[in-house]
């Protein structure tokens, strides 16, 4: 089975932290993806990236950077936590492809609450 | 206006009936169409994918797509309980970024 993990589960942070998200993945999928989730908003891409060290914005990158070292694992970075950026973030990853969609495998989320 | 509309819901039905779920859209560059399930607390899951026009069906679960109308379905069934959960709607061009719907919670109640 495809594994993404992402490494923590429930995180409360206080404004102003920096806050490190970690995903895994260990099909050596050569994209990898986070989201957030919130309600009525559904899914909303913050960063991707296609290959190691390279990222591209995604549509709500402000506020967030993301590290991608090795193939395997891609890091969410919040500089500086606000409370606007409670949410449930998720981590995803892909095959490349030529043409064709892209299908995503989810992690089980990282729910952060910043007070 | 966003690109994929969904429902959100919440849809609740007596076990053993039809589900019926949709989603429509305003790119005509879409052509992969994914259905994603999510449990409470759980990231999302594919659950079917359909390349163009036409239905799918994999056991209890049928998805169609309508290109003409943009308009995609899924349909579950002789749901169960254990068929409770949010279900969302995806889609992309050839290269192009997936768009999701912002999902439709469904209660399978016994």
């Known amino acids: 089975d495809v594994k993404v993990t992402q490494s923590s589960r429930y995180l409360v942070k206080r404004t102003g932290e920096k806050v490190f998200l970690e995903c895994v993945q260990d099909?050596?999928?050569?994209?990898m993806f986070w989201y957030r989730q919130d309600p009525g908003l559904g899914l909303r891409l913050i960063y991707f990236?296609?290959?190691?060290?390279?990222?591209e914005k995604g549509d709500i990158p402000e506020g967030y950077s993301v590290s991608r070292e090795k193939k395997e694992r891609f890091s969410l970075i919040l500089e500086s936590a606000s409370t606007n950026q409670t949410s449930m973030y998720l981590c995803?990853?892909?095959?490349?492809?030529?043409?064709?969609?892209?299908?995503?495998?989810f992690g089980a989320g990282s729910r952060l609450t910043v007070l | 206006q966003k690109e994929v509309e969904q429902d959100p819901g919440p849809l609740s039905v007596p076990e053993g009936a039809i589900v019926s779920l949709n989603c429509t859209y305003s790119n005509s560059a879409f052509q992969y169409f994914m259905w994603y399930r999510q449990y409470s607390r759980k990231g999302p899951e594919l659950l079917m994918y359909?390349?163009?026009?036409g239905n799918k069906e994999d056991g209890r679960f049928t998805a169609q797509v309508d290109k003409s109308s943009k308009y995609i379905s899924l349909f579950i069934r002789d749901s169960q309980p254990s068929d409770s959960a949010t279900y969302l709607c995806?889609?992309?061009?050839?290269?192009?970024?997936?768009?999701f719907g912002a999902g439709t919670q469904v209660v399978v109640t016994p």
């Open positions: 359909t390349y163009s026009s």
């Open positions: 995803a990853s892909s095959i490349d492809r030529v043409g064709g969609a892209n299908v995503l495998t």
């Open positions: 099909m050596d999928h050569e994209n």
């Open positions: 990236s296609y290959d190691v060290k390279m990222k």
């Open positions: 995806a889609m992309s061009s050839s290269w192009g970024k997936l768009q």
